[in-house]
């Protein structure tokens, strides 16, 4: 995962707690929307928190505990969510593995009249994938008709089109799912 | 060159009614080899249907080569679906009594082309898309690939402006996939050939200059693949 996309996937998984979360049940709830495809320690974590208050993003309080020292619960700011907004319907980065994350974490944030926005993105994107299935495709045939003895660097393009295509199906699959209305769990402003 | 203008199309009446063309619009230049996707039921075959004159639409109009075709009489009709618009589709269509020769042959034989004329298109046809040695061989006798093929030979045989291929690959297998596609492409630019080709795959889409996405009854997304050549 991007740097960046760290930071919104704290910002949008506090927003998703209008109630406020402590550091220590943020990290439980990062693992468990992650599956393991990121791994963020309790220092990164903090600093990340500690950078969205300073930018004025969080709203930090101190939570009395018996017997045990204050900890501190986050809030998600105006300003905070303006941002997180912001950054949900701009578009994706063109790169496919940063895309799946980063598609991935906008879906789980995504509010109910945010949808058609992100339709729209996933076209953009497979606009994106379809260009470059025909760039791979004007370049085999211009290898056959060159007549180059082409086994290794046919293999090579099979290799990119199947990654573009299991891309393409996946955005398939993610619309179908959108329109059905799976998605949009972060409790929107609109409401 | 094939235009689409506000094109309607229901099929059925009361509750079994399908709105399928919703003011469907498209242009699609002379010489353009252009993909059709869309999920089933979206209406990819009826838009070629239409451009075929196998229906016709509840409103809109369709021009073929600069011919609004709903003012086409009976005889012209006849004329457009002999001699200028070939279609091709999933499953072959070849009679299973005739020979590959005699299938390729018959769109000639029903327009009463002269049979020295006859031979010369049809050994053409064969051997634009490489199935000579095929000939004789009855369609029981030919793989799926070699049937389509002969099935393009025949649609090829008339000398079309314009070919309509409904899923030309649905019933093969990758390897044979990029072949007829390959194909396509190589007639397409070798004889200036104006296609649309309905597809699911976005891989033999990308091999057209142009993907038009219906949803909904309309175009819903339009995407030009002219890309020149860069690294892929
Ligand atoms: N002759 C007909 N009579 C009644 N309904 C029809 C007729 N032809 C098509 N339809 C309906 O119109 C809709 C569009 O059909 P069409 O065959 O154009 O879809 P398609 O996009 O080609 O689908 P597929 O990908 O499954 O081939 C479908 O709901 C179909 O049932
Ligand atoms: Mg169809």
């Known amino acids: 995962m991007k740097p960046g996309n760290v930071q919104f996937a704290v910002l949008g998984l506090i927003a998703s707690k209008p109630e406020g979360i402590h550091g220590y049940a943020l990290k439980g709830e990062c693992e468990a929307i992650s599956d393991a495809f990121w791994s963020l320690n309790y220092g990164k974590l903090y600093r990340i928190l500690d950078l969205l208050e300073s930018s004025g993003e969080l709203d930090v309080a101190d939570q009395i505990q018996q017997g045990r020292p204050n900890r501190k619960v986050y809030r998600i700011t105006e300003r905070g969510r303006r941002t997180l907004d912001d950054w949900l319907l701009s578009p994706l980065t063109g790169e496919a593995q940063p895309l799946r994350d980063e598609l991935v974490l906008k879906l789980l944030f995504l509010g109910a009249g945010q949808v058609n926005k992100v339709c729209e993105l996933i076209k953009q994107q ?47 699959h993610v619309e179908r799912a959108l329109i059905k209305g799976h998605f949009g769990s972060y409790p929107s402003k609109q409401k | 060159m094939i235009r689409y203008q506000s094109v309607h199309k229901n099929f059925g009446a009361g509750p079994t009614r399908v709105e399928v063309l919703r003011g469907f619009d498209l242009e699609i230049p002379a010489g353009q080899m252009c993909s059709i996707m869309g999920p089933s039921g979206s209406g990819k075959s009826t838009i070629l249907h239409l451009a075929a004159g196998l229906v016709s639409p509840d409103s809109g109009s369709i021009f073929v080569g600069g011919r609004d075709i709903a003012k086409l009489d009976e005889d012209e009709l006849t004329t457009l679906r002999r001699r200028d618009v070939a279609v091709v589709f999933q499953v072959f269509n ?115 200059d142009r993907i038009v996405r219906l949803g909904e009854g309309v175009t819903e997304d339009d995407i030009s693949l002219d890309c020149e050549a860069r690294a892929v």
Not at chain 1, 131 to 146: G, N, P, V
């Open chain 2, 94 to 208: 070849l009679l299973p009594f005739l020979s590959a020769y005699d299938n390729v042959a018959l769109p000639l034989r029903l327009d009463n082309v002269e049979r020295n004329e006859e031979r010369r298109r049809v050994e053409e046809a064969l051997e634009l898309v490489g199935i000579s040695h095929r000939r004789n061989h009855k369609p029981a006798q030919m793989s799926g690939g070699e049937s389509q093929r002969i099935a393009i030979a025949r649609a090829l045989v008339i000398s079309p402006s314009i070919v309509l291929a409904d899923e030309p690959t649905g019933n093969l297998d990758s390897a044979a996939s990029r072949q007829i596609i390959d194909l396509l492409r190589d007639l397409n630019e070798t004889l200036g050939v104006t296609m649309m080709v309905v597809t699911h795959d976005p891989v033999w889409a990308a091999c057209c």
């Open chain 1, 126 to 172: 497979r606009g994106i994938y379809l260009t470059r299935l025909a760039r791979i495709s004007r370049r085999r045939r211009r290898l056959a008709k060159a007549g180059v003895d082409m086994k290794a660097s046919e293999l090579v393009l099979d290799g990119a089109e199947m990654r573009v295509r299991a891309d393409i199906s996946w955005l398939d």
